[in-house]
Nanobody, 126 residues
Framework: QVQLVESGGGLVQAGGSLRLSCAASGGTFSRYAMGWFCQAPGQEREFVAAISRSGGIYYADSVKGRFTISRDNAKNTVYLQMNSLKPEDTAVYYC????????????????????WGQGTQVTVSS
């Protein structure tokens, strides 16, 4: 039902910035908590950031102070602003929606999300 499409990934030098977008369709966006995860080759999918229906936010320790998650309900879009990128940030980044989250709940586990985008590659070179 819910479709999520990420965009904005690419190749960037260390210290640079990227802004990822995730456009949602097919559902009521404001009813979903939204999150970003990343997955490097051979690694498990890891939590990056999430934003609740009410706007509450939680970040993984590795990205605090560098990444910013935001949502624009009028545009049915969630964003991940990534600054001060490091080579270890290189991964496929996925956005996800939790369709049954409470208003203030910020989901942090991958199995709490029931809709996923296709992912967008972020590569950070030295």
């Amino acid at each position: 039902q819910v479709q999520l499409v990420e965009s904005g990934g690419g190749l960037v030098q260390a210290g640079g910035s990227l802004r990822l977008s995730c456009a949602a369709s097919g559902g009521t966006f404001s009813r979903y908590a939204m999150g970003w995860f990343c997955q490097a080759p051979g690694q498990e999918r890891e939590f990056v950031a999430a934003i609740s229906r009410s706007g509450g936010i939680y970040y993984a320790d590795s990205v605090k102070g560098r990444f910013t998650i935001s949502r624009d309900n009028a545009k049915n879009t969630v964003y991940l602003q990534m600054n001060s990128l490091k080579p270890e940030d290189t991964a496929v980044y996925y956005c996800a929606a939790d369709s049954d989250a409470g208003y203030i709940y910020v989901p942090k586990r991958f199995n709490e999300y029931d809709y996923w985008g296709q992912g967008t590659q972020v590569t950070v070179s030295s």
